[in-house]
């Protein structure tokens, strides 16, 4: 069973920093691209940032400058570290883990990032 485990959500004040973390220790982690997505409500999921096995990253115009995704093959995790929060930054986050040539899109349960004052 595909596990994709998120944690370091929360709440926060604007121009504050989090980290999340997604754990992914049932899959063959170090060839899959690995993305962070957001849905706030009423809106649809967006694509945050991704990372290809081989590093390359992508980011969404929004968070440009002021996100980085990185991972770590050997614990199998991929970060996202957010700083410069802004209130509309607030949304579910979600891990992605994707291999199309396996056809594999495997989705985590989603951490709530709240920035407010």
């Known amino acids: 069973q595909v596990q994709l485990v998120e944690s370091g959500g929360g709440l926060v004040q604007p121009g504050g920093s989090l980290k999340l973390s997604c754990a992914a220790p049932?899959?063959?982690?170090?060839?899959?691209?690995m993305g962070w997505y957001r849905q706030a409500p009423g809106k649809q999921r967006e694509l945050v940032a991704s990372?290809?096995?081989?590093?390359?990253?992508n980011y969404g115009d929004s968070v440009k400058g002021r996100f980085t995704i990185s991972r770590d093959n050997a614990k199998n995790t991929v970060y996202l570290q957010m700083n410069s929060l802004k209130p509309e930054d607030t949304a579910v986050y979600y891990c992605n883990a994707k291999y199309p040539r396996w056809s594999a899109d495997y989705w985590g349960q989603g951490t709530q990032v709240t920035v407010s004052s």
């Open positions: 049932t899959i063959s982690f170090s060839i899959y691209t």
């Open positions: 990372i290809t096995s081989g590093g390359n990253t």
